[in-house]
């Protein structure tokens, strides 16, 4: 496939709540959505990186950037068949994984769409529906995060995580433990402990978590296998992997038995098929991670969230979580805590455009060189 021209935009989009996690307070996502055109056919992505460097290191508007002036050229007019040729294309430029999943996501929707088949049919996934857990950001009481964990749990959520940080951690987990005994329940405390505080881990390990999410540095493997052989807990790794590669040094030097896989985060479907393949040859589970997505972003996890090694509930849960009014036509709604699969071709959701043009705030196309 050719790729005639493309869009690039950037949008806002206020949360219907403030999330709060250990790297600070979001009320609004600042989202750039690209997409591609060819024969008639668009394909649709959106960037997962942060406003600023507050989760890994890519950003939005250095995305932008590296889009306008080296990536966009490098594919537009490119004859390209599948998506392994748009990663050969940008394989020169280091890192920058989220920015490079953008082209390669929408590439994959491209090429579904132009083959008539949900995403998932390409990837190799058969499920028809998923199941989805949730993530509670920090509340201001323990009895406001115990009425929501009731809430979500009422309404059919399969896991409950919460974010911890210093200070909440031991107490609200102990809380939360003894009001629901037989919940599903992880933490993920984002980067933000180190092994001077092995204790309040080690309190941690007593209340029947499934995983701690990345308790340690954001680009630690090393002093996560040292936590891991202290803990019964599994750890779950999520900022620390952005490839197969780590994925393989990760589980072989013990840094954890789960993997968190953020598409956007590991540069694009390929890729985190590959991570879940690693992943499963190690016999570890795999889940979806999120990272507030709007419905683009969303329906590319859940199409990758049906391959078999995702054996625990995702992060992908209901849009109506998150927005008042999503930008895609089509609701991303679970139902019990399954989230059905979009059936139609591609990530199988629309545009409303008459809305994203009112959120957006940066629109640039570019034409074939
Ligand atoms: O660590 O999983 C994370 C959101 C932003 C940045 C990092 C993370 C998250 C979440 C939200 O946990 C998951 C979701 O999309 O609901
Ligand atoms: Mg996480």
Redesign the pocket.
């Known amino acids: 496939m050719q790729i005639d021209t493309a869009e690039l935009r950037v949008i806002k989009l206020q949360l219907l709540h403030p999330f709060e996690?250990s790297f600070g307070v979001e009320t609004e996502r600042t989202i750039p959505i690209l997409t591609l055109y060819s024969q008639g056919l668009e394909g649709y992505a959106e960037g997962v990186m942060e406003a600023l460097p507050l989760?890994r290191e890519e950003f939005v508007s250095g995305a932008v950037s590296l889009l306008k002036e080296s990536l966009l050229p490098r594919i537009l007019g490119a004859d390209l068949v599948t998506p392994q040729d748009v990663l050969d294309r940008l394989v020169m430029f280091r890192g920058n994984r989220m920015a490079k999943a953008m082209i390669e996501m929408a590439f994959w929707d491209l090429w579904a769409k132009s083959q008539n088949l949900p995403l998932c049919r390409l990837l190799g996934g058969s499920r028809e529906r998923i199941p989805v857990g949730v993530?509670l950001g920090i509340q201001k009481s323990l009895e406001a995060t115990r009425d929501l964990v009731q809430k979500h749990l009422d309404q059919g959520y399969k896991r409950i995580k919460l974010k911890i940080k210093p200070g909440w951690d031991a107490q609200v987990v102990r809380f939360i433990r003894h009001a629901f005994p037989d919940a599903d329940l992880t933490v993920?405390a984002?980067s933000c402990y180190s092994l001077a505080e092995l204790p309040v881990l080690q309190e941690l390990d007593e209340y029947q978590l499934d995983y701690i999410e990345?308790p340690l540095a954001y680009d630690d493997i090393l002093d996560h296998a040292r936590l891991q052989s202290r803990l019964k807990t599994s750890i779950c790794l999520?900022e620390s992997i952005l490839s197969p590669e780590d994925t393989r040094k990760a589980l072989e030097i013990g840094a954890g038995r789960v993997i968190?896989i953020k598409v956007g985060r590991v540069g694009g479907h390929l890729e985190a098929r590959r991570v879940h393949d690693v992943a499963q040859s190690f016999g570890a589970p795999v889940w979806c991670?999120?990272?507030?997505?709007s419905g683009i972003g969303r329906a590319h996890n859940i199409h990758l969230a049906t391959l078999p090694n995702f054996t625990k509930p995702g992060?992908t849960?209901s849009s109506s979580r998150y927005w008042k009014q999503d930008i895609i036509n089509e609701p991303l709604e679970t139902s019990d805590g399954w989230m059905p699969v979009p059936q139609g071709a591609g990530i199988g959701v629309t545009l409303n455009r008459v809305f994203i043009d009112s959120l957006t705030i940066y629109r640039e196309n570019f034409p074939k060189p």
Not at 289 to 293: I, R
């Open positions: 996690t989760y993530s993920d984002n990345q999520d968190n991670g999120g990272m507030l997505e992060d849960s």
